[in-house]
């Protein structure tokens, strides 16, 4: 709880506190001013009348006892009269207490009364005396000197003075009555400046606590208007307020759910970088890209975003200016646009949409070496049709043997062209996710022994050794489709012999490898460079530095194998050391 010195009720308290009692200090002041003036005045006054009603009872300088009594009677226990003829001379007295002698010496000597004697006018001064009440001590008296009647040159006098202590008296309890007035003033004051001032700011403590149930969210909350002052006009108000921000959170809210939906939703990576180049927003296909930034980099990953992406970011943070390029960032194509970020005037950051054109440019790129290998493969054919036919026709061919040779080329061809055409329909269907599999449950070795089999007249036409090793029972049971499996190994132990020199050895073999048949085709025959090992699955491989047109064949079948191996959820590798042999090896599951 905040504690009420600094709190608005404490202030404001303190505040009415504070003016009251300057303004009962003030009035104390005065007052006791003003009461002991009138006090003063009160004994002056007292001191004429009776003066005046003695004189009138002196009017002749002897006095008898019957004066002296009207005398005593017109005096108070707290006057003291002297009737003096003179300054030497001192005809009556009456005096109370002790030092009386020298009292009475001092007022009829003093100086400020020789007028006294002379003059109609009273006297009256402040005079120190000895006091009458306590020994070695002074007093300050009022003392009136008051002429007697007579029309000599010089007269008596009637001096007069009271008690200082009954004047002293009597102002303690005058002070002592304004100061009790003045506290208990100050303590209702007290009472009511607390109850007032916690009345006011009530509401003021009541908004306190809206504002902060609003810091909190919670916008539901309402304050009580029952007032139409500023107060209650304030309370209508912070209710607004609270409307208003409830309704502005719920409108940014939508729109960053929308942001954030499409955001998600779009296939380009999009990061939002600050004024530093720290990342601030990405999307999910670009925390991907970051990933395998990351992982590219490996232990230079400090800053896993390409270089040539922080130079870009520079540029637009420098100059203000929007960019877009494409790169080539490792083996990967990118399109890259970055548009800067403003706050106000001031620029604050940047944001870059990336798209991943590597798929987009390897397909451009297959679609271009499709088109020129189908060309090239189709080409000679057609040419050799053509210029055979036109020989033919022309009857350039002089006997039957040389006709029927030209014949056998054109239908050799002719073949050929149907090859490729086949291949690259099953290609294309297999691709595109047409191919059907016919599996049957069937014994893997024999199968694979019978396949290996049908080439051992061919190997010997190639002069190269053929066989075939197993290390698993012969009774092994394999799920496949038995004519798919046939064009792999048809396709792998083909090449296999073509590319094989005389006395070279090809070998099949099948091993069990966690769950897996796994088959080998390995030959001891020229190699295959690594810098195209990752390439030899795909279309036209055989146009490529090791697979020449002499060999034959359309250059398709290792694209098919792969497609048949993966059909059956198995893989295909390939090592290969240059005139040493090349070994492909493809995994079936056993269940």
């Known amino acids: 709880m905040i504690r009420i010195a600094t709190s608005i009720v404490g202030k404001l308290w303190g505040t009415i506190l504070l003016l009251v009692s300057f303004v009962l200090f003030i009035f104390t002041l005065f007052m006791l001013e003003l009461l002991e003036k009138y006090n003063n005045e009160q004994s002056e006054m007292s001191l004429r009348q009776t003066a005046a009603a003695i004189v009138s009872i002196v009017d002749h300088d002897e006095l ?63 005079l120190t005396l000895p006091s009458n009440t306590k020994e070695n001590k002074n007093s300050n008296y009022i003392v009136l000197g008051f002429p007697l009647k007579s029309e000599a040159e010089t007269h008596g006098a009637v001096f007069m003075y009271k008690n200082p202590e009954a004047l002293h008296q009597t102002s303690k309890e005058t002070t002592k009555i304004v100061f009790i007035a003045a506290a208990i003033a100050f303590v209702l004051t007290t009472i009511f400046a607390f109850f007032l001032s916690s009345k006011i700011t009530l509401p003021l403590r009541k908004m306190r606590e809206h504002a902060f149930e609003l810091a909190k969210g919670r916008f539901d909350s309402k304050l009580d208007t029952k007032q139409n002052d500023e107060i209650g006009q304030l309370a209508v108000a912070f209710n607004q307020m609270g409307r208003q921000l409830k309704h502005h959170l719920e409108v940014i809210h939508q729109e960053k759910e929308q ?76 399109s890259i646009s ?96 047409h191919m059907t599999l016919y599996k049957d449950d069937v014994p893997l070795v024999s199968v694979i022994d019978r396949m290996t089999h049908k080439f051992d007249q061919r190997a010997k036409e190639h002069q190269v050794q053929l066989k075939f090793e197993t290390m698993i029972p012969q009774e092994t049971i394999i799920p496949i489709d038995e004519d798919r499996i046939e064009q792999v190994l048809t396709n792998l132990i083909d090449n296999a012999i073509r590319h094989t020199s005389q006395n070279g050895f090809v ?44 060999k034959g064949g359309t250059g398709l079948g290792l694209a098919i194998t792969k497609n048949i191996v993966e059909a059956h959820e198995g893989k295909i590798t390939v090592t290969s050391i240059e005139q040493q042999g090349t070994t492909f090896t493809f995994h079936l599951p056993l269940k």
Do not use: C
Not at 314 to 333: A, P, R
């Open 338 to 433: 970055i548009s800067p970020l403003y706050s106000g005037e001031s620029i604050r950051g940047a944001v870059a949409v990336i798209r991943d054109k590597t798929e987009e440019t390897k397909l451009e790129k297959l679609k271009s070496d499709f088109i020129a290998n189908v060309s090239h493969e189709l080409r000679t054919p057609i040419a050799m049709l053509q210029g055979y036919s036109e020989a033919i026709l022309d009857g350039v061919v002089e006997s039957e043997e040389e006709r029927n040779d030209m014949i056998r080329v054109i239908h050799d061809e002719s073949q050929r062209m149907s090859r490729l055409v086949t291949d690259l329909l099953d290609l294309a269907r297999m691709e595109a996710g």
């Open 64 to 126: 008898d006892d019957k004066q002296f009594a009207i005398i005593s009677e017109l005096l108070t226990e707290t006057t003291n009269v002297l009737i003096a003829k003179n300054s030497d001379e001192v005809l009556y007295s009456v005096q109370e207490g002790v030092n009386k002698e020298e009292i009475q010496e001092k007022i009829i000597s003093s100086k400020v009364f020789e007028k006294v004697y002379a003059t109609d006018e009273p006297i009256v001064k402040e």
């Open 259 to 334: 942001l954030s939906s499409v955001l998600t939703s779009m296939s380009d990576a999009v990061i939002t970088f600050n004024r530093d180049k720290t990342i601030l927003v990405s999307n999910p296909p670009a925390e991907r890209m970051l990933q395998k930034w990351f992982v590219t980099r490996g232990l230079d990953s400090s800053k896993p975003i390409p270089v040539e992406f922080y130079h870009m970011l520079d540029h637009v943070l420098s100059f203000e200016d929007q960019l877009e390029e494409e790169l080539e960032i490792g083996k990967s194509y990118y």
């Open 507 to 550: 070998t099949v073999s099948i091993t069990e490898d966690q769950g897996y048949a796994k088959i080998e085709v390995s030959d001891t025959g020229q190699g295959i460079p690594q810098d195209d090992l990752p390439y030899v699955f795909e279309r036209f491989y055989k146009a490529d530095k090791a697979r020449t047109r002499s």
